[in-house]
């Protein structure tokens, strides 16, 4: 079976900073991307920010300077690093992975709880 833990999150005022980790456990092969999606109330989920294997990074252009993704692929993590807060990036945030587990020869999307974050004054 696999995992995704996440922690972080809260509430923040404008302007603060807040600091999203993930990690993922299990029986485990490879995971090929990692990544952050948020929802807001009556909006559809969309991605934040993802990071492939070898580094290459993907960011939504509202967060771009102002979010940084990274991993730590020894350890199966991806945190996410989110400065300059703004109201509008209030959501549940929830990480993806997606990875091959053992018994299995094809990537699976996993998914973790969620975690609230909060921009308010």
């Known amino acids: 079976q696999v995992q995704l833990v996440e922690s972080g999150g809260g509430l923040v005022q404008p302007g603060g900073s807040l600091r999203l980790s993930c990690a993922a456990s299990g029986n485990i092969l490879t995971i090929s991307t990692m990544g952050w999606y948020r929802q807001a109330p009556g909006k559809q989920r969309e991605l934040v920010a993802r990071?492939?294997?070898?580094?290459?990074?993907n960011y939504a252009d509202s967060v771009k300077g102002r979010f940084t993704i990274s991993r730590d692929n020894t350890k199966n993590t991806v945190t996410l690093q989110m400065n300059s807060l703004k109201p509008e990036d209030t959501a549940v945030y929830s990480c993806?992975?997606?990875?091959?587990?053992?018994?299995?020869?094809?990537?699976?999307?996993?998914w973790g709880q969620g975690t609230q974050v909060t921009v308010s004054a």
């Open positions: 990071i492939f294997e070898y580094g290459t990074t």
């Open positions: 993806n992975a997606r990875l091959i587990s053992r018994g299995r020869s094809n990537y699976d999307d996993y």
